[in-house]
Nanobody, 124 residues
Framework: QLQLVESGGGLVQPGGSLRLSCAAS????????IGWFRQAPGKEREVVSC????????NYAASVKGRFTISRDNAENTVYLQMNNLKPEDTAVYYC?????????????????WGQGTQVTVSS
């Protein structure tokens, strides 16, 4: 079983940057696909990005492509989400999640393990 803990959220102005971290504990971290999700107030949770076990494949929601970058450091048991040129519509609670199963249609899959989330607020 994995435990995931997100960190790095905060309050930033539009155009600013944040780097979110998803720290994992457990066995064989490199055996998990990792996704980043977000949920804004009153809206459904949506996928932001995901990354393959080795980090060789990544996917992004159209709304963040070109601004966000997902990466992982398996030696540190951590997945990152670098968020640049943040916009007010990026405001949400951001979650990381993990699955051992191969993803389909981009970031689709049954994510078995979830972090508690970190708040990102983009406001002037």
């Amino acid at each position: 079983q994995l435990q995931l803990v997100e960190s790095g959220g905060g309050l930033v102005q539009p155009g600013g940057s944040l780097r979110l971290s998803c720290a994992a504990s457990g066995l064989t971290f490199d055996g998990y696909y990792i996704g980043w999700f977000r949920q804004a107030p009153g809206k459904e949770r949506e996928v932001v990005s995901c990354i393959s076990r080795s980090g060789g494949s990544t996917n992004y929601a159209a709304s963040v492509k070109g601004r966000f970058t997902i990466s992982r450091d398996n030696a540190e048991n951590t997945v990152y989400l670098q968020m640049n040129n943040l916009k007010p519509e990026d405001t949400a609670v951001y979650y990381c999640a993990a699955t051992r199963s191969r993803l389909f249609r981009g970031c689709g899959g049954e994510y078995d393990y979830w972090g508690q989330g970190t708040q990102v607020t983009v406001s002037s």
